[in-house]
């Protein structure tokens, strides 16, 4: 298992792994048919995060297939360019096996090198796996947002969590 920054000849794959992704959880923000990129914008966004360099995307690749990814979205203004926004997906066939933990610790070492000094993400209150992998990554639950998300007509709350870097 290989963990990299994206291609732009990731493009397709990227996006069939996002599709998936939301498909096979509610962790995820997007409903499964809101995901409306083709493969040529995916390409082209994939172009301009490489080309700008201010955002990163990770791929976990497993035998030639991208199982996981890791999205970081760093501050667009002076004062808040020292922020990462982090979103995680990995394939249900592939969790619990340190994918996420290995995916964390690359986009460290990139925010670390790239003068990040806050990593954030949020969390349904009630993902409890994902919870446990950023508390073991050092992130801390800041808050609760409360009816943050609408599904399936029900409301549900999610956790701020953050990491500060030295």
Same mark, same amino acid.
């Given at each position: 298992?290989?963990?990299?920054?994206?291609?732009?000849?990731?493009?397709?794959?990227?996006?069939?792994?996002?599709?998936?992704?939301?498909?096979?959880?509610?962790?995820?923000?997007?409903?499964? $048919?809101?995901?409306?990129?083709?493969?040529?914008?995916?390409?082209?966004?994939?172009?301009?995060?490489?080309?700008?360099?201010?955002?990163?995307?990770?791929?976990?690749?497993?035998?030639?297939?991208?199982?996981?990814?890791?999205?970081?979205?760093?501050?667009?203004?002076?004062?808040?360019?020292?922020?990462?926004?982090?979103?995680?997906?990995?394939?249900?066939?592939?969790?619990?096996? $340190?994918?996420?933990?290995?995916?964390?610790?690359?986009?460290?070492?990139?925010?670390?090198?790239?003068?990040?000094?806050?990593?954030?993400?949020?969390?349904?209150?009630?993902?409890?796996?994902?919870?446990?992998?950023?508390?073991?990554?050092?992130?801390?639950?800041?808050?609760?947002?409360?009816?943050?998300?609408?599904?399936?007509?029900?409301?549900?709350?999610?956790?701020?969590?953050?990491?500060?870097?030295?």
């Amino acid at each position: 298992m290989e963990i990299r920054i994206i291609r732009e000849s990731d493009a397709e794959a990227y996006l069939s792994l996002r599709k998936q992704t939301i498909a096979e959880t509610q962790f995820m923000l997007r409903e499964p $048919d809101e995901l409306k990129k083709t493969g040529e914008q995916q390409r082209e966004e994939i172009h301009t995060i490489l080309t700008e360099g201010h955002h990163l995307v990770l791929v976990a690749e497993h035998n030639g297939q991208l199982i996981g990814f890791l999205i970081g979205r760093r501050g667009q203004f002076r004062r808040n360019r020292h922020e990462l926004y982090i979103v995680i997906g990995i394939l249900q066939a592939f969790t619990g096996q $340190d994918i996420g933990t290995k995916l964390f610790i690359e986009m460290e070492k990139w925010a670390r090198r790239n003068a990040i000094t806050r990593l954030e993400l949020t969390v349904m209150t009630h993902n409890q796996a994902g919870i446990a992998l950023y508390k073991k990554r050092g992130f801390e639950i800041e808050g609760t947002m409360r009816r943050a998300l609408l599904i399936d007509g029900h409301y549900v709350d999610e956790y701020m969590m953050a990491k500060l870097l030295d």
